[in-house]
C-alpha cells in the first residue's frame, strides 16, 4: 500500500524553521507549552481541513454549477486542481493524526491526572493563584477571594489605563497649544 507522506525538501525544513522563530517563547519554554502550542496549531489545521474538503467538493461538481465567483478552473486543470487540493487534504489530516496522537502520548507520559482533563462540574469557581493578601482586620483574614497573582493583574491593568489616558490628556494638550499658536500667529 503506498503512503501519501513525503520527506519535507530543504525549502520547507527552512520554513518550518522561520515560523519557529516567529513564535513567543513562552510557548517554547518546556514541553507542555510545547504541546499546547502544538494542539493550537492543530485547530488551525483542522479549519484549513475542512476549507479543503469544500474546495475539492466544488472541484467535483459540474462546471455548469459554478458561480460567477467562483474562479475555478476549467477542463484538465479542474482534475489537476483537484489532484492539488486532495493531496494537500490528506498531508494535512496525516499531520493533525500525528500531532493528537503525540499529544496524547505526552498526556501518558506526563501522567496527568484524569480529574485536571475532565470538564470541572457547572458552576464551578477556580479558586484564586497565588497567596491572598493579608488584611489589617486583627482575625486575619485575606482580604477579598483574590490571590496575589490576581493583584498584580489588576495593578498592571490599571497602570496600563493610567499611562494610556495621559498619553491622550497629553496629545490634546499638545493639540491645544498647536491651535492656540496658530491662532495667535494669523490674528497678529
Keep these: ?64 454549477t459554478d458561480g460567477p465567483d ?29 500531532a493528537i496522537r503525540s499529544s496524547l502520548a505526552h498526556i501518558r507520559q506526563s501522567r496527568i491526572a484524569p480529574s485536571a482533563i475532565n470538564a470541572p462540574p457547572p458552576n464551578f469557581v477556580p479558586p484564586p493563584l497565588g497567596v491572598g493578601l493579608p488584611s489589617a482586620d486583627p482575625g486575619g483574614v485575606a482580604r477579598g477571594e483574590r490571590g496575589l497573582q490576581e493583584e498584580r493583574v489588576e495593578r498592571d491593568a490599571w497602570k496600563g489605563i493610567l499611562d494610556a489616558l495621559s498619553r491622550i490628556k497629553d496629545a490634546r494638550d499638545r493639540e491645544r497649544a498647536e491651535a492656540e499658536a496658530a491662532a495667535s500667529s494669523t490674528g497678529s
Design 70 to 98: 467562483d474562479d475555478l478552473p476549467q477542463g484538465a486543470e479542474r482534475s489537476e486542481k483537484f489532484v492539488d487540493v486532495a493531496n494537500e487534504y490528506f498531508e494535512r489530516l496525516d499531520s493533525i493524526h500525528i
Design 1 to 64: 500500500m503506498a503512503s501519501n507522506s513525503t520527506v519535507p525538501s530543504n525549502g520547507s525544513q527552512e520554513q518550518g524553521l522561520n515560523e519557529l522563530e516567529n513564535v513567543d517563547p513562552i510557548w517554547m519554554s518546556s514541553r507542555t507549552a510545547r504541546q499546547i502550542y502544538a494542539l493550537g496549531e492543530v485547530e488551525k489545521d483542522i479549519s484549513r481541513l475542512l476549507s479543503l474538503a469544500a474546495q475539492s467538493m466544488a472541484l467535483l461538481s459540474l462546471p455548469q
